[in-house]
Nanobody, 124 residues
């Protein structure tokens, strides 16, 4: 079992910055991917960014160039640096840890665990 705790959310003005952190604990072994998801009012939860234990990243098109995911494997911590924030970035941001599994020669997210989320509000 993996436990996740997010922090760093808050209220910022458009154009401002925030840095989110997610600390994972528990049975963390082998290859894994940690991701940031967000859910705005009335919308479905969407993947914002993810980063594997090897350092590979993937981003939602609308945040490319503005958000940067990174991780410290020794501390089992993932970060999301958010710059040039826009009102449409307002959402609850969730951290997710997933094991990486190989099936048919391809990589997939296996069992996953969710944090409770941290609220990011971008408003003037």
């Amino acid at each position: 079992q993996v436990q996740l705790v997010e922090s760093g959310g808050g209220l910022v003005q458009p154009g401002g910055s925030l840095r989110l952190s997610c600390v994972a604990s528990g049975s963390i072994f082998g290859s894994n991917v940690m991701g940031w998801y967000r859910q705005a009012p009335g919308k479905e939860r969407e993947l914002v960014a993810e980063i594997t234990s090897g350092g590979s990243t993937n981003y939602l098109d609308s945040v490319k160039g503005r958000f940067t995911a990174s991780r410290d494997n020794a501390k089992n911590t993932v970060y999301l640096q958010m710059d040039s924030l826009k009102p449409e970035d307002t959402a609850v941001y969730y951290c997710k840890w997933s094991e990486v599994v190989r099936t048919g020669g391809s990589l997939y997210r296996g069992m996953g665990y969710w944090g409770k989320g941290t609220l990011v509000t971008v408003s003037s």
